[in-house]
């Protein structure tokens, strides 16, 4: 499987890339991911016609499953997570190449025992050796699975051979470097493919374009024009059944150290060389290590916290972090998490970007906001109580879009202005929905294509960026200290203070 040189953003008219004939290895094939998106999304593009009929799918997990039952619980993902099965014949035809090997991820005989299975399936499927080897599993087992490969010679050949590496990579800059080193002892970083679902969305990979293929934009983006940007994750749901990781994790780890991080990279980076991998990726990392938390020194100026309590969510009540299911009565683990950062480059020195996301939030939401500069002298003072600055919007989620937010004249013999919205959304300009980001990933990554997938040193920065907010929390302190935000609310008098010691206020989605 050759590397890809061609544009990774689809840019412009060309033919559709259709993977080589190869086998998917899913270690954790018994677990949600692979039957809610995994699958669902691999059969999705065998009906768009974009897999070649040798690809091979093979399940690898601890429970004693046959070949049949793991097609009946594929199956069964697929009729409930995505749009069915559709046409009965090309479902048999899929299920013809889905394959089940029991193992364990930590005992090297399953690996050998999966090696010769998979030689085998070569030569029944003709798969020519070409293998993705997909870690769907908790990260404890990251370590474990990627010497065990290493040692039977399944990543071996760097062309041939490929390794899917899910989030969280790392729970600090330390265990992310001992992660990296574990890779990089038994495969070369063009075979690493670290995958983080958000990079696979429209909007997201639409940002590049917006930016960089529009001439009334790229002059505004930087700091003579920007005052400041706002990047928000916003979800609506609480702990539910994760409160075992999430205890451990928290909102920095499980969000803003890599989905929002992936957004402010893109968002700040300069313009790349060209639209492939290492120049998009390279820029990225440049921005990061140019990247700072406001002033690490008082933390409470750069990064702020807080749980949700007891609140409404919908008309239901619904019960505070402290009191969910397997969480300490007395846990510090924080459900919100905001962050100020500066960038220390020619384009943004002195703009702050400001980073949020958190649980039990009124909207869900996803979305990069970049606040215009008021301007410099308002000659219509009747209007002086209601001009408002610019306000370019980018929605990752839902309704993907971007808007852009203007003053205009309400009619009328009185100069009043009113603030107006330009509005673009994919369902109705292109009149289709946006695939979904699982499809597109793993899409890339059959076809050798690492854009949109993060790299070592990459991951490295962003660690480095939050290490500051991670040493002091991670620091024993009184449960009373963490500031409260009603389920169901936006933020405490606490989270709307970050921001309004600086003059600015927290958008209201």
């Known amino acids: 499987m050759p590397a890809l040189l061609e544009n990774p953003l689809r840019v412009g008219l060309r033919q559709e890339r259709t993977p080589e004939p190869l086998i998917i290895v899913i270690f954790g094939a018994s677990g949600d991911l692979t039957q809610r998106k995994l699958v669902p999304a691999l059969y999705q593009m065998k009906k768009e016609r974009r897999l070649p009929p040798e690809v091979t799918i093979v399940g690898v997990a601890r429970r004693p499953w046959s070949h049949d039952f793991f ?25 013809e190449g889905l394959f089940y090997c029991a ?22 499927r003709g798969t020519r050796g070409n293998r993705v080897f997909y870690l769907a599993v908790g990260p404890k087992f990251f370590p474990p699975a990627i010497k065990e490969l290493g040692a039977a010679g399944m990543l071996s050949d760097p062309i041939k051979h490929r390794l899917v590496i899910e989030k969280p990579f790392g729970k600090d800059l ?40 529009n001439t009334i934009f790229e002059p505004l983006w930087n700091r003579h024009y920007v005052d400041h940007v706002q990047i928000t994750v916003a979800e609506t749901v609480g702990v539910e059944d994760r409160a075992g990781y999430y205890e451990t994790s928290g909102a920095l780890r499980d969000m803003l ?9 893109l968002t700040a980076m300069e313009a790349p060389n060209a639209l492939n991998a290492d120049s998009i990726r390279n820029e990225k990392v440049k921005v990061l290590q140019a990247t700072r938390l406001a002033d690490p020194h008082n933390l409470e100026y750069a990064a702020i916290r807080g749980q949700y309590k007891a609140g409404w969510m919908k008309g239901n009540p619904v019960a505070g972090y402290r009191n969910e299911p397997g969480v300490n009565p007395n846990s510090t683990t924080p459900t919100y998490v905001a962050m100020k950062f500066m960038v220390d480059n020619w384009r943004w020195q002195g703009v702050p970007f400001y980073l949020r996301t958190g649980k039990r939030l009124p909207k869900k939401v996803t979305e990069i906001a970049i606040q215009f500069r008021e301007v410099p002298l308002l000659i219509f003072q009747s209007a002086a109580q209601q001009a408002n600055p610019n306000v370019l919007v980018l929605r990752i989620q839902p309704n993907e879009g971007i808007s852009l937010r203007f003053e205009a004249k309400m009619p009328g013999a009185d100069l009043r202005t009113r603030s107006v919205d330009m509005d673009f959304s994919y369902g109705s300009s292109f009149g289709m929905a946006t695939a979904d980001a699982y499809h597109r990933l793993l899409l890339d990554c059959m076809l050798g294509d690492q854009t949109l997938f993060t790299r070592a040193d990459e991951v490295e920065e962003a660690w480095r960026v939050v290490t500051p907010a991670l040493a002091a929390w991670d620091a024993p302190v009184d449960p009373a200290s963490i500031p409260q935000y009603e389920a ?9 203070f970050f921001l309004n010691r600086d003059g600015r206020r927290w958008r209201r989605l």
């Open 103 to 124: 193992g364990n991820m930590d005992e090297s005989a399953s690996y050998q025992k999966l090696k010769a299975f998979l030689e085998e399936l070569d030569g029944k």
């Open 174 to 213: 330390n265990s992310a470097q001992t992660l990296n080193r574990v890779v990089q002892n038994v495969c070369k970083e063009e075979q690493v493919y670290r995958i983080d679902h958000y990079l696979g969305k429209e909007t997201v990979q639409n940002l590049l374009v917006f930016r960089f293929a």
């Open 257 to 265: 150290q890599n989905h929002l991080m992936q957004l402010f990279s």
């Open 71 to 95: 097609r009946e619980h594929s199956r069964q993902g697929i009729e409930e997570f995505s749009d069915g099965i559709g046409n009965e014949e090309l479902w048999q035809d899929f299920a």
């Open 488 to 496: 169901g609310a936006w933020e405490s008098t606490e989270m709307e």
